[in-house]
T-cell receptor
Framework: AQSVTQLGSHVSVSEGALVLLRCNYSSSVPPYLFWYVQYPNQGLQLLLKYTTGATLVKGINGFEAEFKKSETSFHLTKPSAHMSDAAEYFCAPHRAGNNRKLIWGLGTSLAVNP | KAGVTQTPRYLIKTRGQQVTLSCSPISGHRSVSWYQQTPGQGLQFLFEYFSETQRNKGNFPGRFSGRQFSNSRSEMNVSTLELGDSALYLC?????????????FGPGTRLTVT
């Protein structure tokens, strides 16, 4: 069965520091991968996605993620954190085919300190 | 293009009652998925509807049901409410494609069961 692990349910960084949110998935078949962000009292919003092609994917708000098949990882990074980045982040690997349910990580809450 | 809308945004119900939540997808989107979000469990997939048919179902009891109308609007019903049903219920719409199922989320309905 496919699963996803987000290491660290809470991550705290200083404003201007590097943001690194970790996501590892288990799958015998490379999936499609999504990162979503949820700001307080809002729904989820797509940050970026990997389907095929270039393994380094750039998303909105300066975020990017790199698909590493050998490590079954899809970590999310941003070079310099901003206060507005404080939110909940979800990694979701996705298996193509008839059964298209997204499988969600438990989320990582990012706090940005001034 | 208008986003996904969910009504009501907030709801307080008493244990044993039933509730109906509504979701209007983005125009042209025929797939609607429902999720339950709680602090300890993250996002739990409830079900997905496509062209008025339930296509996928998560591991929830039969008290949770849904339907989709010909205009793609969807409703979710929970009968005999329990305290543990208190959660944020998210609806997401999408245009299913062969390379993954990018979802667009509504703001959610916050259900509190007392």
């Amino acid at each position: 069965a496919q699963s996803v692990t987000q290491l660290g349910s809470h991550v705290s960084v200083s404003e201007g520091a590097l943001v690194l949110l970790r996501c590892n998935y288990s799958s015998s078949v490379p999936p499609y991968l999504f990162w979503y962000v949820q700001y307080p009292n809002q729904g989820l919003q797509l940050l970026l996605k990997y389907t095929t092609g270039a393994t380094l994917v750039k998303g909105i708000n300066g975020f990017e993620a790199e698909f590493k098949k050998s490590e079954t990882s899809f970590h999310l990074t941003k070079p310099s954190a901003h206060m507005s980045d404080a939110a909940e982040y979800f990694c979701a690997p996705h298996r193509a085919g008839n059964n298209r349910k997204l499988i969600w990580g438990l989320g990582t809450s990012l706090a940005v300190n001034p | 293009k208008a986003g996904v809308t969910q009504t009501p945004r907030y709801l307080i119900k008493t244990r044993g009652q039933q509730v109906t939540l509504s979701c209007s997808p983005i125009s042209g989107h025929r797939s609607v998925s429902w999720y339950q979000q709680t602090p300890g469990q993250g996002l739990q997939f409830l079900f997905e509807y496509f062209s008025e048919t339930q296509r996928n179902k998560g591991n929830f009891p039969g008290r949770f049901s849904g339907r989709q109308f010909s205009n793609s609007r969807s409703e979710m019903n929970v009968s005999t409410l329990e305290l543990g049903d208190s959660a944020l219920y998210l609806c997401a719409s999408s245009i299913p494609g062969p390379r993954g199922n990018e979802q667009y989320f509504g703001p959610g309905t916050r259900l509190t069961v007392t």
